[in-house]
């Protein structure tokens, strides 16, 4: 019988494997490729931590054949599972975004070699995401963020989130976070009401 061909597949592999450098160099040769460090995933019959790992999804122009893909990157067949059902489901799973019962990953650790594929995923995650937890995203990162915060700085993070609606929408008070921030770091106290530090 003739192998069955796919386009998207899910791959794993582990960095105490003897193969790990090679393996990540190729899947990053691949065309569109969007993947996530997994250190925090908890086993549920041990309760213990499971090694450290990468979760990979892969979006190809051509389909190929487990077996195939498999020779190309180095990684064993049980290690590779074609996207059957959702590619959308594959991306969200990458932080287990949906998945309670899973260690939640922040979205800003997904990395990609494409960036319509980490858009893709992006905007996904961000449409899931109710405006008020939106902004108290944005504000936690001013609130926490280690010095002196420039605008684009801050945009560009906002822009990488993919919050950006959320942003414009509410400029005013986060331009009142970040005076109050800064003002703080420079050890001054904003006046709001003159618009100038004293």
């Not at 999804?57 to 195939?68: F, G, Q, W």
């Not at 858009?119 to 944005?138: A, T």
Request: aromatic share 16%; proline share 2%.
């Amino acid at each position: 019988m003739k192998e069955k061909r796919f386009y998207n597949f899910i791959v794993v592999i582990y960095e105490d494997d003897e193969n790990f450098d090679k393996q990540y160099f190729n899947l990053l040769q691949e065309p569109e490729v969007i993947y996530i460090r997994h250190d925090s995933d908890l086993n549920e019959e041990t309760g213990e931590y499971k090694k450290p790992h990468y979760h990979f999804v892969i979006k190809l122009k051509n389909a190929c054949t487990i077996s195939a893909l498999s020779k190309r990157i180095l990684v064993q067949e049980n290690m590779i599972e074609p996207v059957k059902k959702s590619f959308n489901g594959a991306l969200k799973y990458l932080i287990h975004w949906g998945c309670e019962d899973k260690f939640q990953y922040d979205s800003g650790l997904v990395q990609s070699n494409s960036d319509k594929l980490l858009n893709k995923f992006l905007k996904l995650i961000s449409e899931d995401i109710p405006e008020g937890e939106k902004v108290m995203n944005i504000q936690d990162y001013i609130i926490n963020f280690d010095g002196f915060i420039r605008w684009d700085v801050l945009g560009k993070y906002v822009q990488k989130v993919n919050m950006w609606d959320a942003f414009r929408r509410n400029f005013g008070y986060f331009k009142c976070l970040v005076n109050d921030h800064n003002g703080k770091v420079a050890g001054e106290v904003y006046q709001h009401e003159n618009l100038y530090y004293k």
